[in-house]
C-alpha cells in the first residue's frame, strides 16, 4: 500500500478549546499534530507581553494545557508536534516544556526554529525607504514597535524533522507551513515540486483553522449535529498531494465537500496567486468530493514557483484606543442609545477642548440588536427592538485623553436614556492601537536557524523566484445567462455556502453553488459593482476601495476580494466586525434572479 501521513488539526488560534488535543490522541490514529497559535493581532499582543516580561513571549495556551495535559499519551504514541507556539520567544517555549516533560519523566527531542524575528534589524530597515506594500504608508517609528517577524516557509521544518525532532517549535512561519514542512520531510518533495507544494499547503490551510473544516463556522449549520463534541480535523495525505479530510470516529460535527469547500475559500484573495514563501498556489481546479462517511476527497492543487521574497510583518503601537458597551432597553431603545452615545461623545470633546488636548482623531457608534454593521441594508424592523446595546469606540493618541471618556462613560446611567442599565461585564479598558506594516523582501537574506539537542543548522533559502503571473492562464469568465420569461427572486443562501474572513484590510467571500446549475445567475447577481453597493459601508475612509470576483470552476464557486474595507482591520479598526467573521452571512439575505423552474424551495 502507498505511504499515507496523517496530521491532526488541534489548534487554530491562541484561545482554541483545550479538547482537540486529546480527542485527537483518543481517535485519531495520527503521525503528527499541527497547532496554529498565530495570527498579526497575537504577534502585537506577544511584543507587549515580551517587552513587560522578557521570559514571556509565547503561547502558554501550548505548553500549559496542551502540552501539559498530554504528554503520556503523546510519547506513548509516537505522535510528532509541530506548532508555531514558539511565538516571539521559541527557546522560554522549549525551556518551559523540558521542564514539564522531566517532572513528569520524559524526554523529548525538541527543535527549535528562530530567525524570524527581526527585531534587532529596525533601524537598519527604518532607513531603507521601505514602505507598506497595500498603503505605501512610510515604516514605523522603531519605538513604537511591537514584533517584527519574516514570515518563514516549510523549508526548516522539514530539516528539523530529518534531524530527528519529536517536536518542533518554530517563531513566525506562514500557516500551512505546519503541515508542508511534515509533508516535504515524509515524501521527499523539494521545491521544484510546486503541484505537491501547493497541494501540501492547502492541506495545511484546510486544518490549520481547527474545526472550521469539521462543521465550524459553516452555512448550513442546523446540520451540524453536536456543537459540544465537535471533532477536530484529521487528514490523510498522499504522496502525489491528494488528501482526504476527516474526524475522529464518535465525535460531532460534519465532514462534507461543502463544509471543506468553505475553509478552502477562507481568507484567500487571487485564488490563483495563492502566494506563500514555498509556491504560489493555484486552487481554481480544485476538486472536493464525497469518499464516505465523514471522509472528502480533496484533488487539483496546481503550484507555481515561489516569488522569491519572504513577507515581512511589522506591528506597532498607534495611539489608544476606548470601547465601552452600554445596554439600553424599552421602547425606542435604538433611537434613545444613539443619542446617548453621541451626547458623550459630545461632552468629551468638550472636556478635550477645555484641556488644550487635540480632539479624538476616530469615533464610532454602533448601536448592537438595530443591525449597526448592515450599513443601508438594515431592516426597518431592526430599529423597532426594544433592547441594544450602544457600543462606543473612540482612539487618540493619547492614553490620558481617553481617560476622560472612561471617567465620563458611565454618567448617562441616571441623566440620560431612560432604561440604561449600566455596563457589563465590568468598566472597559484602553489599550493600545495595533497597526500592521507589512513589506516584501528577498528571502535569501533570511537564513533560519534549526536548535537541536547540541545540535545547530542553518537552513538557507535559495533566491527562488520564477513566478511570472503573466504566464498564468486564468478560468473564463462566463458571459452571463439571458433572462427568462418567468423569473423569481431568492435569497443567495437558497442557491450557494459562503464563508468569509479577512487579510488586513480587506475580506473575501467564498461563494460555492449548491447546485452547478445555479452558478450562472449566482455570478450575474453577484457583479463587482453590485458589491460595491451592498457593501457601501464597510469602504467608509477606503482611498482606493476595490471589489474583484475570481472563478473557481473546480468547486462551481466564486470568491470575491473586497479591498480597504475593514477599516484598517484587526486591532487598528473600531468596527464591530474587524474580522470579517459575518460578511458572508451578511451577504447570503441579497436576492437574486433565478428561473422558476430552478428555483429551490418553493
Not at 484573495?269 to 469518499?291: H, K, M, N, S, W
Not at 493600545?432 to 506594516?437: D, E, G, N, Y
Request: some cysteine; aromatic content about 8%; charged content about 20%.
Amino acid at each position: 500500500m502507498s505511504k499515507i501521513i496523517r496530521i491532526g488539526g488541534a489548534g487554530g488560534f491562541l484561545g482554541d478549546s483545550s479538547v482537540a488535543a486529546p480527542q485527537l490522541l483518543r481517535g485519531g490514529n495520527l503521525d503528527y499534530m499541527i497547532l496554529d497559535y498565530l495570527a498579526e493581532a497575537t504577534m502585537s499582543s506577544l511584543g507587549q507581553l515580551r517587552a513587560a516580561r522578557p521570559d514571556q513571549g509565547y503561547a502558554r495556551d501550548f505548553t500549559e494545557w496542551v502540552w501539559k495535559d498530554n504528554l503520556r499519551e503523546l510519547k506513548a504514541q509516537g505522535v510528532r508536534i509541530v506548532t508555531n507556539a514558539g511565538g516571539l520567544n521559541p527557546r522560554a517555549c522549549r525551556a518551559r516544556m523540558e521542564e514539564l516533560a522531566a517532572a513528569a519523566g520524559l524526554s523529548f527531542r525538541i527543535a527549535v526554529i528562530e530567525g524570524d524575528d527581526l527585531a534587532g534589524q529596525l533601524p537598519d530597515l527604518a532607513t531603507r525607504g521601505l514602505t507598506e506594500m497595500f498603503t505605501d504608508a512610510p515604516f514605523p517609528d522603531p519605538a513604537k514597535v511591537f514584533s517584527a517577524n519574516a514570515y518563514f516557509g516549510a523549508g526548516p521544518i522539514a530539516a528539523a524533522l530529518a534531524a530527528g525532532a519529536d517536536m518542533v517549535i518554530t517563531g513566525r512561519v506562514v500557516d500551512s507551513a505546519l503541515t508542508l514542512g511534515p509533508l516535504m520531510h515524509e515524501f521527499g518533495w523539494t521545491e521544484a515540486d510546486h503541484d505537491r507544494l501547493s497541494a501540501g499547503s492547502l492541506a495545511g490551510h484546510v486544518i490549520e483553522c481547527g474545526a472550521q473544516a469539521t462543521g465550524g463556522l459553516f452555512t448550513d449549520w442546523e446540520d451540524v449535529p453536536d456543537w459540544a463534541h465537535i471533532g477536530y480535523p484529521v487528514i490523510e495525505c498522499h504522496a502525489n498531494g491528494d488528501f482526504i479530510v476527516t474526524k475522529p470516529p464518535g465525535t460531532g460535527g460534519l465532514v462534507s465537500p461543502a463544509a471543506v469547500a468553505e475553509q478552502i475559500l477562507y481568507e484567500v484573495g487571487d485564488p490563483q496567486g495563492y502566494a506563500l514563501p514555498d509556491v504560489i498556489c493555484d486552487f481554481t481546479e480544485v476538486r472536493v468530493e464525497a469518499a464516505g462517511e465523514h471522509r472528502v476527497l480533496v484533488t487539483g492543487a496546481k503550484g507555481y514557483p515561489a516569488s522569491g521574497q519572504y513577507k515581512v510583518c511589522v506591528t506597532w503601537g498607534d495611539g489608544h484606543r476606548f470601547i465601552g458597551a452600554m445596554p439600553v432597553v424599552g421602547r425606542d431603545a435604538a433611537r434613545k442609545a444613539q443619542r446617548q452615545a453621541e451626547a458623550l461623545i459630545e461632552r468629551v470633546g468638550e472636556m478635550l477642548r477645555d484641556r488644550n488636548l487635540p480632539p479624538l482623531r476616530d469615533q464610532r457608534v454602533e448601536i448592537l440588536g438595530a443591525e449597526a454593521s448592515y450599513g443601508a441594508n438594515a431592516t426597518p424592523q431592526a430599529q423597532a427592538v426594544r433592547e441594544v446595546v450602544a457600543r462606543i469606540g473612540a482612539e487618540h493618541d493619547g492614553a490620558a485623553a481617553l481617560g476622560l471618556m472612561m471617567r465620563e462613560f458611565a454618567s448617562p446611567t441616571t441623566s440620560m436614556s431612560v432604561g440604561t442599565t449600566g455596563w457589563f461585564g465590568g468598566a472597559p479598558t484602553i489599550t493600545p492601537v495595533a497597526r500592521v506594516f507589512s513589506i516584501l523582501l528577498p528571502r535569501e537574506g533570511f537564513p533560519a536557524t534549526v536548535s537541536i539537542g547540541d545540535q545547530t543548522l542553518t537552513v538557507t533559502p535559495t533566491a527562488g523566484g520564477g513566478y511570472d503571473p503573466a504566464k498564468v492562464i486564468a478560468p473564463p469568465r462566463p458571459a452571463d445567462p439571458e433572462p427568462e420569461a418567468d423569473m423569481v427572486t431568492v435569497p443567495l443562501v437558497d442557491l450557494a455556502w459562503a464563508r468569509s474572513g479577512d487579510k488586513g484590510d480587506a475580506f473575501n467571500i467564498g461563494v460555492i453553488a449548491r447546485d452547478p446549475a445555479y452558478l450562472p445567475w449566482i455570478r450575474a447577481g453577484l457583479s463587482e459593482t453590485r458589491m460595491r453597493t451592498w457593501f457601501a459601508h464597510e469602504f467608509e475612509g477606503a482611498v482606493n476601495p476595490k471589489v474583484v470576483r475570481y472563478e473557481l470552476p473546480g468547486m462551481t464557486a466564486l470568491n470575491l476580494h473586497f479591498i480597504q474595507a475593514l477599516g484598517g482591520g484587526q486591532f487598528s479598526s473600531l468596527r464591530l466586525d474587524p474580522l470579517a467573521k459575518g460578511k458572508a452571512q451578511q451577504l447570503l439575505d441579497i436576492g437574486i434572479d433565478v428561473p422558476r423552474a430552478l428555483a429551490p424551495r418553493l
